[in-house]
Every structure is written in C-alpha cells, then in structure tokens.
C-alpha cells in the first residue's frame, strides 16, 4: 500500500537505517515526553531492530504512568543514569532541538546521525534531517516511511504509533487531521494496533486525586468581560488537600476555554513564590502568545503561558484580568 506522500523522506530514512545497520542506536526523546515522543521512541527501535540495528530507547524524565504500557519489551532507559553511551549513535525524534532533550542528553550526542521531526521550528542538528513541518506527528511521519518502504511491523509498533498519531491530533481533531492521517492511522489498525487500548490508557485511567483537583477547579471558573473571559484558579494547599502536582492541572485550563462565548481562558495556578499562568485563545486573532508576552511570557497564538513571582494570589488575579481586559480592547479596536 503507497499513501502518496513523503517518498523522498522515505528514501532517506531507508538510508539512514542502511547507514545503522550493525550498530548501536540511542533513540532519543525529549523531556517531559508525551505520546508522540514515546510512540515514535518505540516504534523506531523496534523498526530499527528488526533491520539489524540494536537500538534502545533513551529519555531524561520517566515516561508518563498513561504511556508505560506501549513500551512493551521494548528496551528502553527512561530517568536512568545507568545508560552508558559509549559506541552509540544517536537519532533524535520529536526534538526541534537537541537541547529538547535535556542539555546532559544533548552533551552526549553531539553529533547525531538522525533527526525525525514535525516541528516547524526545527534546528537541523544531526547529520541527517529528516523533517516534516507540516505533519501531524512524528509518529505519522515513521507509518508513512514503514508504509511506503513495505517494511513488516508488529503489532506493538502500530499501536504505538496509532496513539501518537492520537495524541498530536487531540484525538483526530485538530486541522493536521488529513485524509493521509486518516488513511496511516486505518492501515495501522490492520497492522494490529487497537483503538480501544489507546482510549483507555491515556483517557480513562485518571486519578480520583486529580479528579478532586478539577473539582475545585471548576468550582472558582469565572466569567469576565461580558463572558469573553474565562478564569479559573487553584490554590497553593489545593494540591496538598488533594495529593496531587501541577501535572495533574494539565489540560483544565481547556474546561473555561471550551464554554461558548468565551474568547480568552485563563488558569491561575498560585505557587511557593507567586502565580503561574496558561492562556488560551479560541480564535488566532485574539493572539494568546501576545498577551503572554505582556505577562513577560510566551508560547504559541492559541496556547500561551507566564509566571509572576513576587506577587499573591488576589494581585496576580487583579494584575492578569487587567492585562487581558487592556488586550482584547486593543484586538476589539483593530
Ligand atoms: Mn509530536
């Protein structure tokens, strides 16, 4: 089966493997890792080892609890100081840069031998750049080169690229969801990769904990300026009171974004020393890494953040919905 795209890419990554083959592979990820990076981190070892190639997985920080159960026996050195990369070579996946992937991790492979990414930023760090800005995920890029090139994969690879492709196209619905997305995602179906385990291992395997956590988040939203702001807030000792981290607020700040009639959601997150803050914007227009940079932030047009040390929780509130009445005037007048 040939999807019609990508067979320039997928001449190269053949030679990139050709190039491998006999030796040993760091597959490298980058921090905080989420199921693109993990699923292309697993599915390129596993296609490299079945080619001759003795590639292991390495990342900096744990692998999420949601994504442990892709790895499979796959090897792989997540958070672990015992990985010696003496005699290894390096191929760099999800990265737009090395230093992604941890400044010790990018010290240690100076040189890469390969780079496999979709990010529009990317560095073109390694001696091979294999990089599709336009694309819905790394993962999507690696089933098209495995698709065209006619390489077999196990079902353990096509699941892990299948919740990849998942997770970078926030469940098929964001714009990169192509008719080729679709039809990659279909053919890894065939290859054995199971929708229902993608479901349930990154949707419905929440804590009772962080479900606590959104509780009360939900309970401060708050709407503004005639209800084109949304905000919503968690305490410092909110975290303590229910046992959770700042990783369990993740995605909440999409609840005040989702409501109709608001153009600008914000999460207010208080800290040791001050607040910590994630915009979002639900039309380019209202230019969420703009107003974050009025927070002396940054991020993207539609996902944004800042922090504000030095300050409490009822200033920080006060100072940001300033800030943001101020921003959306100055859209309003354009
Ligand atoms: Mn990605």
Do not use: W
Request: hydrophobic share 40%; glycine share 8%; charged share 20%.
């Amino acid at each position: 089966m040939n999807f019609h795209c990508f067979p320039e890419e997928s001449t190269r990554f053949l030679a990139l493997i050709n190039s491998l083959r006999g030796k040993r592979v760091a597959v490298i990820g980058h921090l905080r890792p989420d199921g693109d990076c993990i699923g292309a981190q697993v599915a390129l070892c596993r296609i490299l080892r079945a080619q001759g190639v003795d590639a292991v997985g390495v990342n900096g920080h744990a692998i999420p609890r949601n994504l442990r159960g892709f790895v499979g026996d796959t090897p792989f050195f997540a958070q672990d100081n015992s990985f010696d990369p003496t005699g290894y070579e390096a191929i760099f996946v999800d990265c737009s840069d090395a230093n992604r992937a941890g400044s010790a991790m990018a010290a240690m492979f100076p040189a890469p031998a390969g780079n496999i990414d979709h990010h529009i930023s990317n560095a073109r760090f390694a001696s091979e750049n294999i990089v599709l800005p336009e694309t819905a995920a790394t993962c999507a890029m690696l089933s098209a080169f495995v698709f065209n090139l006619g390489l077999d994969i196990d079902p353990l690879t096509a699941q892990a690229l299948y919740t990849g492709i998942v997770t970078d196209t926030g469940q098929f619905k964001f714009p990169s969801t192509t008719p080729e997305v679709l039809e990659l995602a279909a053919q890894l179906l065939r290859c054995g990769a199971c929708v229902r385990t993608t479901t349930r291992e990154l949707y419905e395997q929440e804590t009772f904990a962080s479900l606590a956590l959104l509780q009360r988040f939900l309970s401060s939203l708050t709407l503004h300026n005639k209800g084109r702001v949304c905000s919503g807030e968690i305490p410092l000792a909110a975290f303590d009171e229910t046992g959770t981290t700042r990783e369990n607020a993740e995605g909440f700040v999409d609840y005040a974004r989702c409501i109709e009639g608001v153009d600008i959601a914000v999460l207010i997150e208080e800290t040791p020393d001050g607040v910590k803050g994630s915009l979002r914007a639900k039309d380019e227009r209202y230019r969420a890494d703009l107003l974050a940079k009025k927070l002396n932030g940054g991020g993207h047009i539609l996902a944004s953040g800042f922090s504000l040390p030095n300050t409490t929780l009822a200033d920080g509130r006060a100072h940001i919905l300033e800030t943001i009445t101020a921003h959306l005037a100055e859209i309003d007048a354009q």
